[in-house]
């Protein structure tokens, strides 16, 4: 579960997070691949 966590950018600590908030950072995760893709 550590390698997903990782993935996603969150610490070990983390237990849980809402569908919304993985979505959240889903997104953000895109956003940031777009823009360094985009340079």
Aim: proline residues 0%; positive net charge.
């Amino acid at each position: 579960m550590s390698g997903v966590k990782a993935s996603l950018g969150l610490e070990d600590n983390v237990d849980r997070m809402t569908y919304k908030e993985l979505q959240a950072r889903r997104d953000l995760i895109q956003k940031r691949m777009r823009d360094h893709v985009g340079h």
